[in-house]
């Protein structure tokens, strides 16, 4: 989630950055926006890679949340194996105890039967 709070907090400060710089300086877009100016040879016309910077600060955010989604999609997949290993785990306590009373109520009955 840090890095969805991230990306989110560039593309919210985006504006008022442009705004208090009188436009855009190369030194504050992400690494790969001034690698993508080198490229292009536009390190002097850095206000184009205003957008590019956004939709890598979306892509970041929707990365993160995907994984994360991922993650808690095993989080859940792994609680619900092991409520059923839990259950089948009791279901074996309860028939133990339920045969065990069963035996200890035939032994008294036999018990009962002796002292006739």
């Not at 992400?30 to 490229?39: G, H, M, N, T, W």
Request: aromatic content about 12%.
């Amino acid at each position: 989630m840090f890095q969805v709070n991230v990306s989110l907090k560039i593309l919210r400060e985006m504006p008022q950055r442009v705004e208090n710089a009188k436009g855009v300086r190369l030194s504050t877009l992400s690494k790969d926006c001034q690698e993508l100016a080198f490229r292009c040879d536009c390190t002097s016309l850095s206000y184009l890679f205003i957008l590019p910077e956004c939709y890598n600060a979306a892509r970041q955010a929707v990365i993160s949340l995907h994984t994360w989604l991922n993650e808690d999609k095993k989080y859940n997949d792994f609680i619900q194996v092991y409520v059923v290993l839990i259950d089948k785990k009791n279901e074996m306590k309860f028939f133990f105890v339920l045969d065990l009373l069963n035996y200890l109520k035939k032994n008294i009955l036999k018990q009962k039967k002796l002292l006739k």
